[in-house]
């Protein structure tokens, strides 16, 4: 071969942060960690591989790396680095008998030196429960989840405007936030055996706190679950009845504002001596302060004010460690605009805030996890210091987006744009699969491997439109699939496992037809149940390495290890006849079981042959 960057994908050199090949996934400062890559015969003769890595703020190349073995064509190569400090990056030299140099990052394989922006990403701050990339997570606006009987004891709120469940919801426009459909935190505990049989162990609420909206995120108090949902005996059940069964459960908290019903700001402003003046960011003798994007009913809060954190985030008597322990006992936080948290300016306390947080976590509970929402490119910032984990859209949900996007408006619902607000940005709608693994391996690249697996991995949430209703007809399900078999934790947003559309984030908010109050297709149900319980039998979906092995306009296919087992996944959008591999991409290949799909795959002298049909997705489990 004369070129690496020839190399068919299934074939070139691979690395990236999994335990596969960085065995200490935990690592503390000065531990010796082994650095592992596979290097495949058709690159050539090989002289020496070596680890390029980044000792306070220098780089070193280490001694040439011993073989671990060769087998199937491929080498096993094994660098030994000290972890000099708390976060360090690498990338991987392959010097051929040539005198070429071949240069390997988290974006692939390259002729010239590449920069360390790209590199593999170490540190020490890997700290999320066990429990946590082996999640499969539900989310629950509570106002449209179910309503129990006990919420007609309850009175339509002076904000709300009432709404029977049946009703269509209002997608934009005046009375978008207060329509009140009245789902509480009873009707979550009766449906609780559905989410069971989707196979779902982690539940997560949007907020639950009192407010004066629909969505809560303007909290008007953070010391009790509002009453419209059950208040607090209602969320003390809920957590009961999860944890009986085996499942948790996280809350989500806005740390970037509160609403200006919240008591701290009424008590400030206008009120330029009270005690809680420094809470927010007043100007004018209190009467002007800064909000979430001029939003005025969101003011933001200002964590330069000590009293601040001692009241929400830092120390055992704050809002944060109260929820996490008993009478309630929550499983983490979900942080709403994370990326925000504490930034104004010329001020940024971002990392500090959500290290703060995460302290008071650990020191009430260390088996909790904490999650930041990002919905911009957050690799480079989340690198579990602070945020164990991302809630992003840029990583895995647009990507998907892209690929199966319908171009077809005149076959979307009623209200649909030609371009969701939410994908406006992004340029070209009409990607092919080639592009989704680029696009894909762009965005990932910055995370370490332990950030990887605690990230969520949605088709669509509760603040952007429903995947179904803008990709190609009968997409769902590969997307679905793709959720439940890339590294991270699946999320399904609820309504989606009954088919439910929706043309922005307001509108996919419609409440569950629980009793047929609008027409629905249930047909995901057995979908999203079949897909966990794969994922559940098969620790490689969870912790195992990714590695692409063929991209096409039409296919992805990808394998997942992690030692003890391989998995080979396939996914199409249209049909295409020319899925060919390798025979030595991954071992095992003739003895192949398909557990997804029914695909069969043909095997014949180097080459092997996987199934091609149009919208399908596919499963091999092969020999370790």
Request: hydrophobic share 40%.
């Amino acid at each position: 071969m004369s070129s690496a960057l020839d190399l068919p994908l299934a074939l070139r050199p691979h690395h990236d942060g999994s335990a596969l090949y960085v065995p200490n996934q935990k690592p503390k400062l000065l531990d010796k960690l082994k650095i592992r890559i596979r290097v495949h015969k058709a690159i050539g003769k090989v002289a020496a591989v070596k680890v390029r890595f980044s000792e306070s703020g220098e780089a070193f190349p280490t001694p040439p790396a011993k073989i671990l073995k060769t087998e199937d064509g491929w080498t096993w190569y094994e660098s030994v680095i000290v972890m000099h400090n708390p976060k360090m990056n690498y990338k991987f030299s392959i010097e051929m008998q040539t005198g070429k140099i071949w240069w390997v990052n988290t974006l692939g394989v390259h002729s010239i030196i590449p920069p360390d922006i790209n590199d593999f990403r170490l540190n020490v701050f890997s700290s999320a429960p066990k429990w946590s990339p082996g999640s499969v997570m539900y989310q629950i606006f509570p106002d449209r989840f179910a309503r129990s009987a006990q919420a007609d004891k309850h009175a339509t709120p002076d904000w709300g405007i009432a709404k029977n469940w049946g009703d269509e919801v209002i997608g934009s426009g005046p009375g978008t936030s207060e329509q009140f459909f009245g789902g509480d935190l009873w009707g979550v505990i009766e449906h609780l055996d559905h989410l069971e049989k989707l196979g779902v162990n982690l539940v997560y609420l949007t907020p639950f706190f009192p407010g004066r909206s629909n969505h809560r995120y303007d909290a008007s108090s953070f010391a009790e679950v509002d009453p419209l949902l059950g208040g607090n005996k209602a969320m003390q059940a809920l957590i009961s009845e999860v944890h009986k069964r085996k499942m948790r459960i996280l809350g989500d908290l806005t740390s970037n504002h509160s609403g200006i019903g919240h008591e701290w700001f009424k008590a400030s402003y206008k009120k330029p001596g009270a005690p809680e003046s420094d809470f927010y960011y007043f100007s004018n003798k209190n009467t002007k302060y800064d909000s979430w994007f001029g939003v005025a009913s969101l003011p933001k809060f200002n964590w330069k004010s000590q009293e601040l954190r001692k009241r929400f985030i830092q120390g055992p008597t704050s809002v944060v460690a109260k929820w996490l322990k008993a009478p309630f006992g929550m499983d983490g936080w979900r942080i709403d605009v994370a990326n925000m948290t504490g930034r104004i300016r010329d001020e940024d306390m971002y990392l500090e805030v959500s290290q703060v947080i995460r302290k008071t976590m650990v020191d009430v509970n260390p088996d909790t996890v904490m999650l930041g929402e990002y919905t911009g490119d957050a690799a480079y910032e989340v690198q579990g210091d602070g945020w164990q984990g991302a809630m992003t859209y840029s990583n895995f949900t647009k990507p998907v987006w892209r690929w199966f996007y319908n171009t077809d408006v005149k076959s979307r619902i009623k209200g649909a744009d030609a371009i969701p607000g939410f994908m406006a940005p992004d340029g070209n709608l009409k990607n092919d699969g080639t592009d989704f693994v680029q696009s894909y391996t762009q965005f990932i690249a910055g995370f370490p491997w332990h950030v990887r697996l605690n990230n969520m991995n949605p088709l669509d949430t509760h603040d952007i439109p429903r995947f179904k209703t803008y990709a190609i007809k009968g997409a769902q399900k590969i997307g679905a699939g793709l959720q439940f078999t890339f590294p991270g934790i699946p999320v399904i947003w609820a309504g989606d496992e009954f088919g439910l559309d929706g043309w922005n984030g307001e509108s996919s908010r419609t409440p569950l037809p629980w009793n047929n109050e609008r027409e629905h297709d249930t047909s995901m149900i057995e979908t999203y149940a079949e897909l966990a319980r794969i994922r559940r039998e098969n620790p490689a979906l969870v912790d195992g390495s990714l590695r692409f092995v063929f991209a096409s306009k039409e296919a992805v296919a990808f394998v997942r290890e992690n030692g003890k087992q391989s998995l080979l996944v396939l996914a199409t959008r249209g049909k295409d006849k020319n899925i060919e591999i390798p025979r030595d991409t991954v071992a095992g290949l003739d003895a192949a079981v398909n557990i997804y799909g029914g695909g069969k795959i043909k095997v014949g002298g180097k080459k092997v042959q996987l199934p091609g049909r149009k919208l399908s997705l596919n499963i091999w489990r092969l020999p370790a």
